[in-house]
Structures are given as structure tokens and as C-alpha cells.
T-cell receptor
Framework: EAQVTQNPRYLITVTGKKLTVTCSQNMNHEYMSWYRQDPGLGLRQIYYSMNVEVTDKGDVPEGYKVSRKEKRNFPLILESPSPNQTSLYFC???????????FGSGTRLTVV | AQSVTQPDIHITVSEGASLELRCNYSYGATPYLFWYVQSPGQGLQLLLKYFSGDTLVQGIKGFEAEFKRSQSSFNLRKPSVHWSDAAEYFCAVGPSGGATNKLIFGTGTLLAVQP
């Protein structure tokens, strides 16, 4: 089944403790993105990648890192999480030129 | 500035009634336009997209949307709503040319369906 898989689905952590949210897609898509969703703000792009080793900042990149060493994986790294990063995170992938992302099921992160 | 506006935060309709969700955008060039649906606890699912051509596009689950360039709008419609349509709906805009890495989303419209 074609899908984007994120792990974990839920995560509670403490301020400053480094964490990684994994994202993997099995569709051989070139584009991958991370979004965060907050009430009243919709979805905001954190980082995106157009292919292996090609990444760029989205609208809200502060406090996040990404890497794209393999085409299928696009992990999101929070080096020192803070409470304002408490949010619902979505990974998404898209084939170049096709239009429209396929989204993962989301990761609900709480930083206390 | 590029933006997407969904003026209705929350809409309630009766089952069987028609539905129209509004979306207005501000974009420097001819954009690609999308509607996504998010059911509770789920990710976003693509309902339909407009790239070019016929301005009335059909999507999944009986939804359609009409692109009106003069009004910078891309409203979503459904002639008869089902209880399972209760969800949050997001309009999104992206650059033409297929570079979908930069989708801009609206803040969403939460749809409630009453029996």
C-alpha cells in the first residue's frame, strides 16, 4: 500500500531533550515536506526537500533540522525542544510535477 | 504576499443539504489549487486539485470545486452532504509548474453535519 509512515504517533518529552520524528514513504517520491498544524493557524511548512541531499527552509524552520540521505526517509530533528514546539506534525511526499501531497497520519508532540 | 483565506471557521449543515465551502487566495502567478479533508485523528487526504483547463473540477467523495480567476476563489461544493463528511477542510495553493514543495494552506473550515 502506498503510504507515508510517521513514528511515533504520540510523544511527550521534556524541554531540551533531543528527539527525532521519523518519516518514510514507499512511493519513490522526489518531494518531501514537514508541516506543523496548530489551532487557528492551519498548516505551516517547516522544511522541504526536492530530492536526496536537497533541503530548504519553509516558513517556520526555527528550532528544527532535517536530513535527506535516502530518497524514502526524511526525519525531523528537534535538537532542544521547547514548549512552543508542542504541535501536531505531518510529513508529506509528492511526485515531481504531479501536484498534491500524500500525508502521513501525524505525530502529536507535547513538550513540557 | 501569498495567502489563502477560508472565511468560515465552522459550518453546520443538515444531512442531505447542499454545501459550499469558501476559499480565496492571493498569489502572484497562476497557482495550482487544492482541497484537502482531515477526519478526526487522521492525516490530510486530497479531495481534488486544479491545474488548468476546465474550471470545474471533480474530486473524490462527490465533491467538486470551481476556479474563478476574476474572484480569486476556489470554492468547494457538494450537492448532498452525508454524516461521514463531518471533518475539517483545507484549501491550499501552490506554484504552477508542479513544484508542490511550497503549498500554502488556509486555516481550515470545520464542518459539522446534523441529522
Amino acid at each position: 500500500e502506498a503510504q507515508v509512515t510517521q513514528n511515533p504517533r504520540y510523544l511527550i518529552t521534556v524541554t531540551g531533550k533531543k528527539l527525532t520524528v521519523t518519516c518514510s514513504q514507499n512511493m519513490n517520491h522526489e518531494y518531501m515536506s514537514w508541516y506543523r498544524q496548530d489551532p487557528g493557524l492551519g498548516l505551516r511548512q517547516i522544511y522541504y526537500s526536492m530530492n536526496v541531499e536537497v533541503t530548504d527552509k519553509g516558513d517556520v524552520p526555527e528550532g528544527y533540522k532535517v536530513s535527506r540521505k535516502e530518497k524514502r526517509n526524511f526525519p525531523l530533528i528537534l535538537e532542544s525542544p521547547s514548549p512552543n514546539q508542542t504541535s501536531l506534525y505531518f510529513c508529506a511526499s509528492s511526485q515531481q510535477g504531479s501536484g498534491g501531497y500524500t500525508f502521513g497520519s501525524g505525530t502529536r508532540l507535547t513538550v513540557v | 504576499a501569498q495567502s489563502v483565506t477560508q472565511p468560515d471557521i465552522h459550518i453546520t449543515v443538515s444531512e442531505g443539504a447542499s454545501l459550499e465551502l469558501r476559499c480565496n487566495y492571493s498569489y502572484g502567478a497562476t497557482p495550482y489549487l487544492f482541497w484537502y479533508v482531515q477526519s478526526p485523528g487522521q492525516g490530510l487526504q486530497l479531495l481534488l486539485k486544479y491545474f488548468s483547463g476546465d474550471t470545474l473540477v471533480q474530486g473524490i467523495k462527490g465533491f467538486e470545486a470551481e476556479f474563478k480567476r476574476s474572484q480569486s476563489s476556489f470554492n468547494l461544493r457538494k450537492p448532498s452532504v452525508h454524516w461521514s463528511d463531518a471533518a475539517e477542510y483545507f484549501c491550499a495553493v501552490g506554484p504552477s509548474g508542479g513544484a508542490t514543495n511550497k503549498l500554502i494552506f488556509g486555516t481550515g473550515t470545520l464542518l459539522a453535519v446534523q441529522p
